[in-house]
């Protein structure tokens, strides 16, 4: 078995080809013929260090992905052997072949292509929780959403206009501007001409923001919240301003850490406003939320009301995997990359 594994921590070019043995797994799990793989910004901190609890190197990476099942564990009741299957897995995904827990796996309806379902799972799940379990949008609610051309970005865009809310967001170029435009977002910012928040403060006076999205830490959080009406949340799910290239610098992650706010319970109830944070790979007991709202999830793509944007797909191997990390160091992505057999 052909797998994809990271040497040590660093640039891109630490990824090598090598042969594996094929997972075994457990009873609970579905060995997948991986046929897309997910890359996620995720991806790029455990690459170069910076993930909590991630194993130490040499290891295969990959937390999503999309293909045949070839194998069912014996406690396995709702998949059979040439099933296709889509899920979320703790690593191992970069791979030819890769165990996946059937309690994270869902099964795919003919329409709906292995890119389309290996772009679903994280991106579409954390702007699920990020804007409705913990953001609680509702219609006409104004939503900040950071990095709106990303991969979370582009889902949280689709699910916000399905509620009706009032859409701003935030990209790092005239490109990225266009297709937030195209994707119906109604105030459209490019962060490097102008400053969001005094952007945003133009066009809402005093009223105040009812949600912001945030991965990028540091003063974007701070200035993020500060745009909160009465009764505002502010969800914070990354730390992007930790990362400036390809290479591991410790220096930036310090300062991206030192400069993100800390939050007073205090300053809170003075303002009443509400501070979360999300991390999709820690919600340990409550499957049955992350299976209601995947189930839905794929419903509203098989349907056609969602539509994965789909920024480039790379090989599944590793120059492929290179190439792809290196593609959203240098922010060309619109939308979710992958890795495809």
Known sequence: MRSIVLKRYGPPE??????????????????VRV???????????????????????????????????????????DFSVGDRAVGMLRGGGYAELACLPARTAFRLPDSVSNVEAAALPVNYLTAWFCLFDMGNLKRGEKVLIQGGAGGVGTAAIQLARE??????????????????????????????????????????????????????????????????????RIVSYGLSDAVAGPHRSLLRAARAWLKTPRFNPLSLIGRNVGVWGFHLALLGGREDRVATAMSEIIKRVESGRLKPVIARTFPLTARGAADAHRFIHERRNIGKVLLAD
Request: hydrophobic content about 40%.
């Open 35 to 77: 046929r897309a793989a997910g890359i996620n910004f995720a991806d790029i901190l455990q690459r170069l260090g910076f993930y909590a609890n991630a194993p130490k190197p040499p290891y295969v990476m990959g937390f999503e992905v999309a293909g045949d099942v070839v194998k069912v564990g014996t406690g396995v009741r």
């Open 163 to 232: 509620v009706g809310a009032t859409i701003f967001a935030t990209a790092g170029s005239d490109e990225k501007v266009a297709y937030l435009k195209d994707a119906g977002v109604d105030h459209p910012i490019n962060y490097t001409k102008v400053k969001f928040d005094d952007q945003i403060r133009e066009r809402i006076g005093k009223r105040g923001l009812d949600l912001v999205l945030d991965a990028v830490g540091g003063n974007t959080l701070r200035r993020g919240y500060e745009l909160l009406a009465p009764l505002g």
């Open 14 to 31: 630490n990824f090598v080809d090598r042969e594996a043995q094929t997972p075994t797994g457990g009873d609970g799990d579905l060995l």
